[in-house]
């Protein structure tokens, strides 16, 4: 046998004895189980994690019970005369979009990622990162105190889970704060948010058929001729911003010269875009065309690489400019969609015996009734939200 051969059989022996400890390690330990019975639950009853199987609950109960962790604590609390409303910030913290929220403020900092994930970092584990990270903090009603909520964090060492406690105590109160109903945080409401969605698209389509069978009616009002034209307008827009948008992405895509930007006209008139492209465009043909000193030589390309930042940094701004308007026009346009529609519901007598036109309104009365209970939810959210301390936990 080679010197190098026994070498790798110590190694691999050292790795599955290490891996056999550590699981072992893992089944010991069950003292941190959650305590399902004691959380109490209002009347908004949503799932805390919305698609996860019994497999991957099991397997992030085992990670979490085990004792091979270092482990820090804080705790939510909300006035005791809510305490029926705590159950709410452990749906929230454990929700996949607060987990989203914390794997984004990880990869921005590498090293506090590379920290944090390590022993995941090889053949044994093989969980996704969304798994691994709901692995590692659980959230429990404090039995001694109805109205807190303990967040247990763990790491593979008191630095690991310090950080990652940091992490999830400063995304927790960002989130809370900067949520909106377009936006929600606790899992139910973004669940009732896509029901509703997807209710209002099929609404506006009905109704974009009914509109589009009745064209050029003579019963169309004034004001439905005006908002029609209107729509028409926006939707030359917003088809003029998505076609703009594809050009970028293709051009990014073939990596093409920064000159090819110009052939997006929305992107070239914005701000110092064109300048830039100018002036980057002259040093390169100096570079091209002149021998120059090396001082000088130095101080071209000095400047070209400075430029070429501002460029993308322009860039990125334009870029964003035509997101923003594209996303002005669409919310225009569900507007006016809806007005027209608003329009047509009351053409009731001229419209009764459509053949859509009973769906359109039973649709509606389902919107209607989503839309209502949503908001009564996300006002019991808000109410559980109010006067929210965070603590350090002993």
Known sequence: MQ???????????LIIFGAGFYYDQIEKDTALAYEESIISSPKLTFAPNENNSSVQNKKSEELQNSSAWAKSKFIIEIPKEKSHLIGLHREAIKGNSFL??????????????EMIFSPFLNDVFIEPEPEIMRSLFSATQNVESSNQLIIIVRGHSGKASQLLQRVIFENYKREIQQETTDNPLLPGLVSQKKEILLLEKNYLQLAEQIHEENQGSSSQSIEEIAL???????KTELSSHVEALMGIEQIHLEGKEYATFLTIHSLAKFGNIQEFIDNIDQLKRMLANQKLEPILLNEV???LKKLES???HELAKGIEHIKNLSKSALAK??????KIVDLEMKKNDIHSLHPRFKLLKSVKKELDQKNSDFV?????????????LFKKAS
């Open 228 to 234: 029609k034209s209107e729509l028409m307008q926006i």
């Open 301 to 303: 390309t000095k400047n």
């Open 3 to 13: 010197p190098w051969q026994s070498v790798l059989l110590i190694i691999s022996t």
């Open 100 to 113: 989203t929220s914390i794997l984004s403020t990880l990869n921005a900092s590498p090293t506090a990622k």
């Open 310 to 312: 501002s460029l993308d």
């Open 333 to 338: 346009k569900i507007e006016l969609q809806k």
């Open 376 to 388: 009564s939810d996300f006002q019991k959210w808000q109410l559980a939200k109010k006067g929210i």
